[in-house]
Nanobody, 124 residues
Framework: QVQLVESGGGLVQAGGSLRLSCAAS????????MGWFRQAPGKEREFVAV????????SYVDSVKGRFTISRDNAKNTVYLQMNSLKPEDTAVYYC?????????????????WGQGTQVTVSS
């Protein structure tokens, strides 16, 4: 069983920054691929970013490339999402997820465990 707890969300003005954290339980965190997803009201859950178990492979949705950075600290069992130059359209609940098997994925259905989410609101 893997438990994921997100933190770091909040209210920020457009152009500002936030750093989300996701703390994971379990002794084998360093073997998981980790993803960030988001869901805005009335919309489907959307892939944002993924990082493989070693940190050597990262992938982003086009709308956040150059603004968001995913990283991980395996010693702290934590994955991060640094969000810069935030836009009102980034407003959503952000979820981290763990993928215990295989290569990096963008599909939510490939992920095995999910956190409860953290709200990010960007005002214009």
């Amino acid at each position: 069983q893997v438990q994921l707890v997100e933190s770091g969300g909040g209210l920020v003005q457009a152009g500002g920054s936030l750093r989300l954290s996701c703390a994971a339980s379990g002794r084998t965190f360093s073997t998981y691929n980790m993803g960030w997803f988001r869901q805005a009201p009335g919309k489907e859950r959307e892939f944002v970013a993924v990082i493989n178990w070693s940190g050597g492979t990262r992938s982003y949705v086009d709308s956040v490339k150059g603004r968001f950075t995913i990283s991980r600290d395996n010693a702290k069992n934590t994955v991060y999402l640094q969000m810069n130059s935030l836009k009102p359209e980034d407003t959503a609940v952000y979820y981290c997820a763990a993928d215990l098997y295989g290569s990096v994925h963008r599909q939510a259905s490939e992920y095995d465990y999910w956190g409860q989410g953290t709200q990010v609101t960007v005002s214009s």
